[in-house]
């Protein structure tokens, strides 16, 4: 019998999987290559020792030249409280894997090739230990964490409340996420759904799914090509024309960030090895501001702006910061006075 964290997980899952469509990248299925295949648990893919299985792999079918496709490997953990090392070492260990796989999947006879780059995202409602988070670095595993994004905060709250009084006892996590992966996206009715829900549940789902929909805009970057960031927005981005823009970075108490240019606003959170610098200085306004010139530089971005997948470089606009760190320099020399 699946355990509530595994179902909260399968529902967070589905939600993610509906922003990555979102942002340009497409499901995988056993249909999409011989080292695919549905297993008794979902979704099963074939490493150099052994089959493994994940919770969904995606792709982004435009890649630079010289580099084989990327596939992504998505892990989705809905836990109470933050996620630790083991999920991070059973993540490294499926990489490690897959990545082996050199067994051969070439139209040329007689040629091993490795066909694909893996990588690896774990997307967590409530962020994860520091250890975990030391591993995950080392062994390049991607974290995303959605604890403190407001656009996420209503989603996250009804996540939590997802309980055994709204779910069947016999319920099966793949028939859950194949229902809902329809659900999101409108291919089945609210009555149809309903079936593997009692009680308030099909209620519930319901409201994740409108607080989902109003993330119209889903974008993927890089912090500084370093940090994995995932930026969601009220709006989608439309119109914009250069490859490079200059944006004003805001930051709430010292846990999320909002960029603004023109009448764009984008939100993520701020991964915490740069949310603890920031909240040693918060009281120092002067301090906030020169952090922010070394510690969000620029946010490499890719997804869909007007139908058309796009890669920007997001650029904080230091003429608009210095001016601010100039106007609280003239106030302090006023307050001086």
Do not use: C
């Not at 994940?54 to 596939?71: E, Q």
Request: charged share 30%; hydrophobic share 40%; aromatic share 12%.
């Amino acid at each position: 019998m699946a355990r509530l964290p595994q179902i909260r997980g399968a529902i967070l899952e589905e939600i993610v999987l509906r922003l990555l469509e979102n942002a340009g990248y497409r499901i995988l299925n056993e249909n999409d290559g011989e080292e695919i295949r549905k297993g008794r648990s979902g979704l099963e893919l074939q490493g150099r020792g052994e089959w493994h299985q994940v919770d969904a792999l995606v792709t982004h079918d435009f890649t630079p030249s010289f580099i084989y496709p990327i596939r992504l490997i998505v892990e989705a953990k809905a836990y109470k409280g933050p996620v630790n090392i083991a999920v991070i070492r059973n993540a490294v260990g499926v990489l490690k894997d897959v990545n082996e796989n050199y067994f051969s999947y070439s139209t040329i006879p007689g040629l091993k090739l490795r066909r694909f780059n893996y990588a690896y995202a774990i997307f967590s409602l409530n962020g994860f230990t520091r250890n975990a988070q030391r591993y995950a670095i080392a062994h390049q595993i991607f974290l995303i964490q959605y604890y403190f994004n407001p656009l996420f905060e209503e989603i996250r709250r009804l996540l939590l409340r997802v309980d055994w009084r709204m779910l069947p006892r016999d319920l099966k996590i793949t028939e859950l996420r194949n229902a809902l992966r329809d659900y999101f996206r409108g291919r089945i009715s609210e009555e149809e759904l309903g079936r593997l829900f009692v009680g308030y549940g099909i209620s519930l789902i319901d409201r994740i799914k409108i607080e989902l929909d109003k993330m119209k805009g889903s974008y993927f970057g890089l912090l500084n090509g370093e940090y994995p960031v995932h930026l969601v927005s009220e709006k989608p981005l439309t119109g914009v024309k250069e490859d490079e823009i200059y944006v004003r970075v805001y930051i709430a108490e010292a846990k999320y960030v909002y960029l603004k240019f023109d009448d764009n606003i984008l939100y993520f959170e701020l991964p915490d090895a740069i949310a603890e610098v920031f909240s040693k200085v918060w009281e120092d306004k002067m301090k906030v501001a020169i952090t922010k010139m070394k510690y969000i530089n620029y946010i490499a971005l890719t997804g869909e702006i007007d139908g058309i997948r796009r890669s920007l470089i997001l650029r904080l606009n230091r003429d608009w910061l210095k001016d601010y760190i100039n106007s609280l320099k003239f106030k302090r020399r006023i307050i001086q006075l």
